[in-house]
């Protein structure tokens, strides 16, 4: 029996099927195949690499959306999975684009150490706080659309349904129209307007319930997740539930809280030249992340009196407000990522008795 060849494989993701490619050690390739986003595709395209040879790693595309659940099949079977951004312009302009080329370039940044990075599990508790949290975050801005349409058609109206609602609180705009009951004349633009602002009302209502439930879910969940990062100063269950979402449900795939802050878009980035030494503002990284540290920094500067000093301190230097956010992001970056590393995201197996 001969000793198998080692090879790597690489996946373009879609939404019914996955191309999948396969090079030897040395960057030859060996194979390129389709499969469909099945079950059962999953396996034939499992067994396809392994016909192959010794499975070194799997570079995916998209571990984070069409690529997820061929990921956590792969780590199932205890194949290591890279995740691989798409190529860049310039190599799409020089080979071209296509799914086989696509997904032979996966494989070849994997090989060549230009793609590194850990996918998220998405097995764990955080999944759950995430999935849970798309619906929230949809609601409140469906919520908020709904509220400023109210108040468009408000202005609009004719003065006799304006001046009724002109000088209402938000609360007080919705309980009143949605226990209006306007006439049933839709030609008359008062009634019409009138059954438009009810409805809306009814819409926002509804949508303050959805808001609610979800916050009653996340809440337990994010206090499970991370109890000893919802007690730092000014983290709240929304703030803290986006960091643990960056992180994922395997926060160990950050080699460094220096990582976790480039990854939130919290370090800076070296622009120098010549006999220039500087750095500039990073406006690559998670963009939510990145806001959530932003919240936490304005409420620490409110009301924690550390925070207070620091600022003071700053200013008196002559630094900016903008360059003490950026500082304290940072900082608060750093003081995030230690008690993410301490948190066991993933429910652990129960122990097996004899």
């Not at 994010?222 to 929304?238: R, S």
């Amino acid at each position: 029996m001969t000793d198998e060849i080692a090879v790597v494989g690489g996946v373009n993701t879609h939404t019914d099927f996955h191309q999948a490619a396969v090079i030897d050690s040395i960057g030859r390739h060996l194979a390129t195949e389709s499969f469909p986003t099945t079950p059962n595709g999953y396996q034939r395209l499992f067994d396809w690499l392994r016909s192959h040879g010794d499975v070194m790693a799997v570079g995916v595309e998209g571990t984070g959306a069409y690529g997820a659940e061929l990921a956590r099949f792969l780590r199932t079977n205890q194949v290591t999975v890279v995740d691989v951004d798409r190529p860049d312009r310039r190599a799409r302009r020089a080979n071209g684009k296509s799914d086989p080329v696509d997904a032979y370039a996966a494989a070849t940044a994997v090989l060549s150490g230009r793609a590194g990075g850990t996918p998220k599990t998405r097995d764990g508790i955080v999944e759950a706080i995430r999935c849970l949290r798309v619906v929230r975050r949809s609601a409140v801005k469906s919520r908020t659309q709904t509220m400023n349409q109210i108040r468009g058609l408000i202005i609009t109206a004719p003065s006799d349904v304006r001046e009724r609602l002109r000088e209402l609180s938000a609360s007080q705009l919705i309980t009143h129209l949605a226990r209006s009951r306007p006439g049933t004349d839709a030609s008359d633009p008062a009634n019409a307007v009138r059954t438009a602002l009810r409805r809306l009302a009814r819409r926002h209502q509804y949508l303050t319930g959805e808001i609610t439930d979800a916050n009653a879910e996340l809440g337990p969940l994010v206090a499970q997740a991370a109890p000893e990062l919802v007690a730092l100063p000014g983290v709240g269950t929304e703030t803290a539930a986006q960091l643990l979402i960056t992180a994922g449900d395997n926060p160990d795939r950050l080699k460094s809280e220096g990582s976790f802050a480039h990854l939130c878009a919290a370090a800076p980035v070296q622009a120098s030249s010549g006999r220039t030494n500087r750095h500039r503002l990073n406006r690559g990284g998670d963009r939510q992340a990145n806001n959530a540290l932003h919240m936490i920094a304005l409420v620490r500067m409110r009301y924690d009196a550390r925070t207070q000093d620091y600022v003071a301190r700053r200013t008196a230097q002559g630094m900016s407000k903008k360059d003490i956010l950026r500082c304290l992001k940072r900082f608060i970056a750093r003081e995030v990522y230690k008690h993410l590393a301490r948190q066991s995201t993933t429910p652990k197996p129960l122990l097996q008795t004899a």
